[in-house]
T-cell receptor, first 116, second 111 residues
């Protein structure tokens, strides 16, 4: 089966510009996650969707970050305006509800953002 | 959400068994323990999940003692391709749970 798709793979912008990332989850996966991974650190959850509703966005910097998942499938994550500290890899993951425990998350290849 | 502690880095040689221990002293009754593997320039990949005792799959084994305050990921006969960062997560999978990936353990397998 096809994995989680993300685009673009790389993006370079100047500070104060805006940028958008796109994610297409595995077909049928109701839950979608966006993570930020700064070099040398583990991924940090930004937002979690269940279908097209937000389940957790407690760590999303809402003054500059926004995300949507229209129709419960694809999702976009936007940063406006970008800051130098936003330089990171942005990972999208999706999962399907399992019987017990934490659902296995399938990650995409990520988008590497460099803010100059 | 239970906080986890792992060694920052480990070195091993090809063909050896590697054991990575994760401490989670405040694990809750309903929490499971999950391990992910991440290669450079890739997203993390699920390895194994367990609740108690021992779980084994084609990739690894997970040992969980009776008190569940720690767990050990065991990789049999590692190869160079097992060089990666390994993350331990603890949680019950409930919606709205903040999945916390710590800094992980950077495993370097040497020839």
């Amino acid at each position: 089966e096809a994995g989680v798709a993300q685009s673009p793979r790389y993006k370079i912008i100047e500070k104060r510009q805006s940028v958008a990332f796109w994610c297409n989850p595995i077909s049928g996966h109701a839950t979608l996650y966006w993570y930020q991974q700064i070099l040398g650190q583990g991924p940090k959850l930004l937002i979690q969707f269940q279908n097209n509703g937000v389940v957790d966005d407690s760590q999303l910097p809402k003054d500059r970050f926004s995300a949507e998942r229209l129709k419960g499938v694809d999702s976009t994550l936007k940063i406006q305006p970008a800051k130098l500290e936003d330089s990171a890899v942005y990972l999208c993951a999706s999962s399907h509800p399992g019987d017990k425990g934490m659902d296995e998350q399938f990650f995409g290849p990520g988008t590497r953002l460099t803010v100059l | 959400l239970a906080k986890t502690t792992q060694p920052i880095s480990m070195d091993s040689y090809e063909g050896q068994e590697v054991n990575i221990t994760c401490s989670h002293n405040n694990i809750a009754t309903n929490d499971y323990i999950t391990w992910y593997q991440q290669f450079p320039s890739q997203g993390p990949r699920f390895i194994i999940q367990g609740y108690k005792t021992k779980v084994t799959n084609e990739v690894a084994s997970l040992f969980i003692p009776a008190d569940r305050k720690s767990s050990t990921l065991s990789l049999p006969r590692v190869s160079l391709s097992d060089t990666a960062v390994y993350y331990c997560l603890v949680g019950d999978g409930s919606y709205g749970q903040n999945f916390v990936f710590g800094p992980g353990t950077r495993l370097s397998v040497l020839p």
